[in-house]
Structure formats: structure tokens, C-alpha cells
């Protein structure tokens, strides 16, 4: 499958699992739901890739890019889903696209490529109407947070793909980070974490959400570098937008909508002023040094 096309799903099933967990948000909160998520998604992915020991004995760093990713995943997680308690999750979701975009316009040299930033900062700007209407500083900080932590976990899992085949690290650093959210989520949820309702929207939450687009992330970016990732996910404000309209029924207004397209926008007009065409080298070294077909799957990867 070609490497948008991963993206593009891993976008949709990320913004269905965030607009589906709410389900659970009375009887666990986003701490709960989190925890759980992760959990489940941590044993899934160990089930599938198993991950041995011989996977680490290759490469001095491979814990440590490991155990970054999950301190990443694990904030990127708490501070999202906590930041839909307080805003529309289109307005979270776009709020959150812009880490990734950042990374997409890191580097640039020339003054048009400032362009695309300026037409982000404005949709941000739209998104709360205009200035009309004033959205929660908590939530707000929320949502940057999560922005900054997804950034980061980019370009850390983008080392991760190179030292690891398959999804074996990937699957170590989700376990990583559902113990790193445990004491926050059984702190806040305790024995509700065990009710069927909860375990069931869990479940779907962390298919739909992690096992998925995590895998599906991976693969990507085996085949792209992060700045090529972080523009593809372009669609990503408009999917929350989309998904919290119709699980969640939230409804945004005008502006807000125009804030989320511009913000669309920006990335695609970073696309075409030639983001993806100077990572095209890279493309092409990084696909040298993985040979996917030829590495063993328990061995580590040059």
C-alpha cells in the first residue's frame, strides 16, 4: 500500500478512537481511558510482533530511543485526551497538527516559505471565531502540549524505525508508556478501570487508535522522512472535525471551520514550495540501509 495511503488511515482511525472514548470519560475520566488504551495496545502489538531479546543486543541507543518514544506516547496521550474535556476535538486535533507541521517547515531558507506558517497562524487565529469567542487556557495548554509531544515522538520513532524490523520497538514503547500512565490513571478511575463498559470502549479506543495508526505510522515512515510524514497528515484537523461532528455531535462555527481548512491549507501549500522534493535524498538513503525484504525479523537492523 502506498505510504499516503497508511497515513491517511492512520489519521481516520486516530480521530474515530479520540471522538469514541468520551464513552467512558464518566465512570474513568481521560486518565482511565489512557491507561487502558495503552495497555491493551501495549499487549496487542507484544502478541503480534514479539518482540526477543536479540532485537536489543544490536545497538547501543535502541533502549533509549525506545524508552523516549513511550515517555512521548504516554504525554502525547494524557495531554490530548485531557484537552477534549475542555474544546471541540476538531479544535484539539488542529491545534495538535501544528507539531508535525512545524517539522515540516524546519529547515526552510527561503522567505516564501514563511508563507505556509503565516496561513497556519491564521487558522489558529480563526479558531476562536476570530477572536470572538475565547477558549480555555487549560485546554489550549492541553492541546500545545500534546502538539509538542507528538512532534517529538515524529522524530524519535523515525530513528526507531531504522533500528528495529517490524513493530517490536514500537510495542515496548507503548508498554513503556502504559506503565508511565498507570499511576495517573488508577489514581483517578480505580476500580471503575474494570467494568465491561469501560474495557469494551478501551478495547475499540486502542485498536482504532493505537494498534492501527501506530503500525501504520511505522511503515510510513520507513518508506518518508518526518517532514514528508508531517505534511501528509495534513487531513488530520479535518478527520477530528469530521469524527467529533459525527460521534460526538459537536458543531463548530464558520470561522472555526475556515480555521481548521487554513490551517489544511498551510500544509499543502508547504507541499508544493517543495518540502517533499529536498527530503527525496533522504528517501532514498533511508530505504538503502533498511532492506525490509532481507533483514531478518528477530535480528537487528544495521
Excluded at 498507570?182 to 479506543?205: E, N
Excluded at 459525527?246 to 518540502?275: K, M, R
Amino acid at each position: 500500500m502506498p505510504a499516503p495511503c497508511l497515513v491517511l488511515a492512520g489519521v481516520c482511525g486516530t480521530q474515530f478512537g479520540a471522538a469514541f472514548a468520551p464513552r467512558a470519560y464518566p465512570q474513568v475520566g481521560a486518565a482511565g481511558v489512557v491507561f487502558l488504551r495503552l495497555l491493551i495496545a501495549g499487549v496487542l502489538l507484544c502478541l503480534l510482533w514479539r518482540p526477543g531479546r536479540q532485537a536489543w543486543t544490536g545497538d547501543k541507543g535502541a533502549w533509549g530511543t525506545v524508552l523516549a518514544a513511550g515517555v512521548l506516547l504516554a504525554g502525547h496521550h494524557l495531554a490530548f485526551f485531557e484537552a477534549v474535556n475542555h474544546l471541540p476535538l476538531g479544535i484539539v486535533a488542529t491545534i495538535e497538527f501544528l507539531g508535525p507541521f512545524t517539522i515540516a517547515l524546519a529547515g526552510s531558507r527561503r522567505v516564501i516559505d514563511l508563507l505556509p506558517a503565516c496561513l497556519a497562524a491564521g487558522g489558529v487565529f480563526l479558531l476562536g471565531d476570530g477572536g470572538g469567542s475565547s477558549l480555555p487556557l487549560g485546554g489550549l495548554a492541553l492541546a500545545v502540549a500534546a502538539a509538542g509531544c507528538w512532534a517529538g515522538y515524529i522524530l524519535v520513532s523515525a530513528r526507531m524505525a531504522t533500528r528495529f524490523s517490524g513493530g517490536q520497538g514500537l510495542a515496548v514503547a507503548i508498554v513503556w508508556a502504559a506503565l508511565l500512565s498507570a499511576p495517573y490513571g488508577i489514581a483517578h478511575a480505580g476500580g471503575a478501570l474494570l467494568d465491561p463498559h469501560v474495557l469494551g470502549v478501551a478495547a475499540v479506543v486502542a485498536v482504532a487508535s493505537s494498534v492501527l495508526p501506530y503500525s501504520l505510522n511505522l511503515e510510513a515512515l520507513r518508506r518518508i522522512p518526518p517532514r514528508v510524514f508531517g505534511v501528509l497528515t495534513s487531513l488530520e484537523p479535518a478527520a477530528g472535525s469530521l469524527f467529533g461532528l459525527i460521534v460526538l455531535g459537536q458543531h463548530l462555527h464558520g470561522p472555526q471551520w475556515l480555521g481548521i481548512a487554513a490551517v489544511a491549507c498551510a500544509s499543502i501549500a508547504a507541499t508544493y514550495l517543495g518540502t517533499g522534493r529536498r527530503a527525496t535524498p533522504r528517501v532514498r538513503a533511508t530505504r538503502r540501509c533498511v532492506p525490509e525484504e532481507s533483514a531478518p525479523r528477530n535480528e537487528p537492523v544495521p
